[in-house]
């Protein structure tokens, strides 16, 4: 706006106002990142630890983290504040400050018959406009071991045993 009294001038004040509206709208830059063990034992247990960082310049609105879970796994725990639907954990953040963080674990059973690899996606949304989309989810990839502890035992079949007969183990 430039004042040039050169160009226009007025005696009268009372019809110099003006009104100007405008939406201040939230601007923040979660970021995700996600903790996990890139091998795993079929039959066991692992862990997904997922760190949610608001990098600002706003505070971030209703934050939610959402653990999708990989075929061949059930849930085993997670923190407060999650919830388990169907294959989907669902945890509920609230309000993430600028440079604030927050993590959040759940606890999978890995099938004993569960092979190749689990894959995982784990992302974090909010209500506020968020400017870098491409740092709100991850992708986890494990590979999954079939792991045995075999032992045996052999024992004949009496406690003597003379020359040249014949031994059965059972």
């Known amino acids: 706006v430039i004042n040039d009294t050169s160009l226009y001038s007025e005696t009268s004040a009372i019809d110099n106002v003006g009104e100007l509206a405008f939406t201040v709208e939230r601007l923040s830059d979660l970021a995700l990142t996600v903790d996990y063990d890139q091998m795993v034992n079929a039959g066991e ?57 927050e993590t959040f674990a759940i606890q999978l059973t890995i099938g004993s018959n569960q092979r190749d690899y689990l894959e995982t996606l784990v992302a974090v949304d909010s209500d506020s406009y968020d400017q870098d989309l491409l740092n709100n989810s991850v992708y986890s990839f494990a590979e999954v071991v079939a792991v045995a502890d075999l032992s045996m035992t052999i024992a004949p079949n009496r406690t003597a045993i003379n020359e040249g007969e014949v031994v059965e183990y059972l």
Do not use: R, W
């Open 45 to 101: 247990l692992t862990t997904l630890t997922a760190t949610i960082t608001n990098t600002g310049p706003s505070d971030a609105a209703n934050v939610v983290v959402e653990f999708y879970l990989p075929a061949g796994t059930s849930l085993a725990s997670t923190d407060v504040g999650c919830i388990q639907e169907a294959e989907l954990v669902h945890c509920d953040v609230g309000v993430m400050g600028v440079d604030q963080v």
